[in-house]
């Protein structure tokens, strides 16, 4: 084993020894793998193509843990030249730009304003701003890259992005990036199974009317995600308990953010979880005989 010459601060020339002998490397080895292991990740971060001028692209995040970010992604983002990212407020850093800052810090993301109120029109002056921005941009050249929780396809401000971007720049190229989506984390986090042989997997808003919701829940081999339905817990317990479904069902609260909460709806039904919070009820019949 050999000391490196290197002029490395304490706490870092600790942990190289450290390595070093754990390896039994000498550590002028250890930097070496370090920095093989190093380049060998960015050449699968790093931007494959050039920007494209005027383009908009759609990029999912995923829900929240930086690993669930993909590389299709981070491309997007480093190849991008601008990356916005919606907020409530230019000083609150959204959820989807904290998952960029911990996936690839290097990227400098510019929030824009989306304001969540009731008030239809509010939210409308507030969006129609955010793509008269984006359009700026666009038509000065630049790549302009959007990132969004989860996937860009499912209830995402993408979609209605987009179309304010082509109501005012017909003919703008537009692409999506998918991310992983709430639900699909939930699955992992509550070991659920979603679809199996001859069942199906329905997504909906919360918010549906309640025989929308019991209608979804009757067919027994169908597996039902409800999104936004934070401050509903109480009466989708209902509403699977109805249906003979609230057993298995499954509550994902902040997934892979702080304070994340996976547990069973029954177990929370008096209380109200965060809007970012997501229920599968498994669907109880269609899977094939046990091989
Ligand atoms: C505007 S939609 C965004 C959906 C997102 N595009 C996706 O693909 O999952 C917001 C809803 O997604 C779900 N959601 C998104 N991220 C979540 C997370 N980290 N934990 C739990 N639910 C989440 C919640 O149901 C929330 O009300």
Known sequence: MHNTSMNLPEHLAVRLRALAEQSGSSEEEVIRELVEQRLADLATTQPSEA??????????????????????????LRRADRVVAPCTSVEAIGRAEAIVREAAPDVVVE???????????????????????????????????????????????????????????????????????????????????????????????????PEVIDEALADRTRTVVLYKGGGRIAAIADHLEAADRLGPAMLGELIGMPGQRVTPVADVRDRPASYLSAVISPAPEGIGPTP
Not at 51 to 76: C, E, I, N, S
């Open 51 to 76: 920007p494209v001028p005027g383009r908009f692209v759609g990029v999912g995040v995923g829900p929240g843990p930086a690993d669930l970010v993909t590389f299709k992604a981070v491309h997007a």
């Open 111 to 209: 929030r824009m304003v989306f304001v969540m109120v009731v008030e239809h029109e509010v939210r409308a002056a507030a969006l129609r701003e955010v793509c008269e921005r984006i359009v700026a941009y666009l038509a000065a050249g630049d790549e302009v890259a959007f990132i969004t929780l989860g996937d860009p396809n499912l209830y995402s401000t993408v979609s209605s992005v987009v179309a304010g971007i082509l109501a005012r720049r017909p003919g703008t190229i537009t692409a999506t990036v998918p991310g992983i989506a709430a639900f699909q984390a939930l699955a992992m986090e509550a070991d659920v199974v979603l679809t199996d042989e001859q069942q199906s997997l329905l997504l909906l808003p919360a918010s549906v009317a």
